[in-house]
T-cell receptor, first 113, second 113 residues
């Protein structure tokens, strides 16, 4: 069956360290993958999109990698700050089926000062 | 630009009552989406509209109907609410059906008693 899994429900990290979040998928062949940030009580906000032919994408302190062989994307936040505390969702293009974009359940990141 | 707006923000219904959730976007996007978000389940697509005049079922359409009133507005109707429809509902829009990032509204928190 098709699955998209984010490695953990919650991740605690010390301020200044690099946070690494994982998104794994099974039985999908996505052309692209997206990452969103969601704060409590708010809708998700788009952060980055990476295509299947791109190995890595960066935006300020954020970096995303996409390995179609491992069927995995890694999302890194360098020099993390308490303001980075939020839930991060990965989403992939399902290509077929009745859902254009399939979301993972998210990882709640807490950056501790 | 307001982006994606949703009304109401909160609603409590009794089982069997009906209601319509309203969504509007001012970004001239072609595609619009309705999701529900439940603890432990992530975001699940209810219905989407790839363009004005078309609607398609998503992963969890049972118990819901939608109307794409014009390019700006996409409403979600619960004809006979059930406790299982207690959830947070998000509307989103995007420029293209599949590739582009989605912009989310602030959500409607619905409780059915």
């Amino acid at each position: 069956s098709q699955k998209i899994e984010q490695n953990s429900e919650a991740l605690n990290i010390q301020e200044g360290k690099t946070a690494t979040l994982t998104c794994n998928y099974t039985n999908y062949s996505p052309a692209y993958l997206q990452w969103y940030r969601q704060d409590p009580g708010r809708g998700p906000v788009f952060l980055l999109l990476i295509r299947e032919n791109e190995k890595e994408k960066r935006k300020e302190r954020l970096k995303v990698t996409f390995d179609t062989t491992l069927k995995q994307s890694l999302f890194h936040i360098t020099a993390s700050q308490p303001a980075d505390s939020a839930t991060y969702l990965c989403a992939l293009d399902s290509y077929s089926g009745n859902t254009p974009l399939v979301f993972g359940k998210g990882t709640r990141l807490s950056v501790i000062a | 630009n307001a982006g994606v707006t949703q009304t109401p923000k909160f609603q409590v219904l009794k089982t069997g009552q009906s209601m319509t959730l309203q969504c509007a976007q001012d970004m001239n996007h072609n595609s619009m989406y309705w999701y529900r978000q439940d603890p432990g389940m992530g975001l699940r697509l209810i219905y989407y509209s790839a363009s004005e005049g078309t609607t398609d079922k998503g992963e969890v359409p049972n118990g819901y109907n939608v109307s794409r009133l014009n390019k700006r507005e996409f409403s979600l109707r619960l004809e006979s609410a059930a406790p299982s429809q207690t959830s947070v509902y998000f509307c989103a829009s995007s420029d293209l059906d599949r590739v582009a990032e989605q912009y989310f509204g602030p959500g409607t928190r619905l409780t059915v008693t």
